[in-house]
């Protein structure tokens, strides 16, 4: 069993920085990628940024230059560091994996429960 643990949400006013961590753990063999994806009410699901463990990442449009994702393959954690929020980055934020859970394993995503983030003055 894999579980995904997210932290790092909360409130903020506009122009702040928010941090979001991503711990993965139980029945790890490999991780492909990990990332994060953000709905907000009346929303569909988006990608917000995603990272390989060997780093190459792609981010959504309305975040570059503002989010930077990382990868800390040794503690299988992903961290999206946000900076300049702006009012419509409120969503509640997924960590998402793609993870092979044994040698024998072929890759599945795996999602946290997801953290909410308030950009607001």
């Known amino acids: 069993q894999v579980q995904l643990v997210e932290s790092g949400g909360g409130l903020v006013q506009p122009g702040g920085s928010l941090r979001l961590s991503c711990a993965a753990s139980?029945?790890?063999?490999?991780?492909?990628?990990m990332g994060w994806y953000r709905q907000a009410p009346g929303k569909e699901r988006e990608l917000v940024a995603v990272?390989?463990?060997?780093?190459?990442?792609n981010y959504a449009d309305s975040v570059k230059g503002r989010f930077t994702i990382s990868i800390d393959n040794a503690k299988n954690t992903v961290s999206l560091q946000m900076n300049s929020l702006k009012p419509e980055d409120t969503a509640i934020y997924y960590c998402n994996a793609a993870i092979a859970a044994t040698v024998w394993d072929g890759q599945r995503a795996y999602w946290g429960q997801g953290t909410q983030v308030t950009v607001s003055s």
């Open positions: 139980g029945n790890i063999f490999t991780i492909y990628n």
């Open positions: 990272i390989s463990r060997g780093g190459s990442t």
